[in-house]
């Protein structure tokens, strides 16, 4: 595992395009992101990506490495998702704090988009936080914003109403042998959305592997009869030495299509809520397409306010129609 090494002024970084990263790579851009995470107040990198590097990468990624020309000393990293087939290749780029400035996160990009310039107009690039570099280096670059997610935050020392839960749902936390009926749940929940609907076992089992896994936190709601009818999956992040007090996350809320409308996602919100504060926490966050707008208004009702968010992008095709100002989108 290497160090931060000495940036050399006006010197371009080697672009190393590896199919798959060993485990002292890892650790390197586990740590660049680390370092880059604090200096900027947000990660640059997804939690999507960052399971994928502890739990041994996936086989259709691409990983592109920035080093210091002459030295291991590792400036930045650009990870390549290729799985979607449907919406297209999705990038993401982190440059150390000590080598911004100095074109390690242009360098990345323009080798992505040379990849990918067979399949113009289908790369996707993700900008976590809303006024960062990579979203400056998107605009610079072309993109066009299709997509926004909002980051709200409530004080979970004000005041929670109670739960009310629908007439013979029962709450309990998960439990060994939940797993087939949650996918089957999280599947009809999110067919709009299949980067989470689309969660197969091995992407619950990773999840259920990391070490803020507390199943007394993901609370499911069951019908009279024993069937799964909605859940909230709660998330603790901020573990000792990460600089800040650790912060509850609504992970995932999601209801049966037939259960809509009759006030269980408001009540699993609250519940949620409730085993946060209850665990000690002072606050809570979350994430929620700007789009949605029934979620961004349950979510405002119950005292969450925006503070930042995460943009993607598109690079529009040379021979499509000419591109517009950056920005837009939800």
């Known amino acids: 595992m290497s160090e931060p090494g000495p940036v050399l002024a006006g010197q371009r970084p080697m672009i190393h395009l590896v199919g798959h990263l060993a485990p002292a790579d890892v650790q390197d851009v586990l740590r660049l992101g680390e370092r880059a995470a604090v200096a900027d107040g947000v ?60 074109g390690v996160g242009a360098a990345l990009l323009d080798a992505i988009i040379d990849l990918e310039a067979p399949r113009a107009g289908r790369l996707r690039l993700w900008a976590h936080g809303q006024d960062t570099a990579a979203a400056r280096l998107a605009a610079a670059r072309g993109f066009r914003r299709e997509r926004r997610l ?38 009809a929940a999110f067919a709009d959305l299949p980067d989470q609907g689309g969660w197969t076992r091995a992407d619950l089992d990773r999840r259920m592997a990391e070490p803020w896994f507390d199943p007394a936190g993901f609370l499911l709601a069951h019908d009279g009869d024993g069937h799964l009818e909605g859940f909230h999956w709660t998330k ?49 966050m979350l994430y929620v397409d700007a789009g949605n707008h029934a979620a ?33 989108g939800a």
């Open 43 to 102: 990660h640059p990198l997804s939690e999507h990506v960052l399971l994928h590097l502890r739990h041994g990468g996936d086989s259709r990624s691409v990983h592109l490495l920035a080093r210091e020309p002459g030295s291991a000393a590792l400036l930045g990293y650009a990870h390549l998702d290729t799985t979607d087939q449907v919406a297209g290749p999705a990038a993401e780029v982190a440059v150390a704090p000590e080598a911004r400035r100095r």
């Open 150 to 187: 909002w980051r709200m935050h409530r004080d979970l020392a004000d005041p929670l109403e109670p739960v009310a839960l629908p007439p013979g749902a029962e709450l309990r936390g998960f439990r060994a042998g939940d797993e087939d009926a949650w996918l089957a749940l999280n599947a």
């Open 236 to 284: 603790v992040h901020g573990a000792p030495g990460h600089g800040h007090p650790p912060v509850g996350e609504v992970y995932v809320v999601g209801v049966h299509p037939r259960r809509r409308g009759a006030g269980l996602g408001r009540a699993l919100t609250l519940a949620g809520l409730h085993h946060l504060r209850a665990a000690g926490l002072g606050e809570a």
């Open 296 to 328: 961004t208004r349950l979510y405002a009702s119950l005292g969450f306010t925006v503070r930042d968010s995460d943009s993607l992008f598109r690079r529009p095709s040379p021979a499509g129609p000419a591109a517009g100002p950056p920005g837009g």
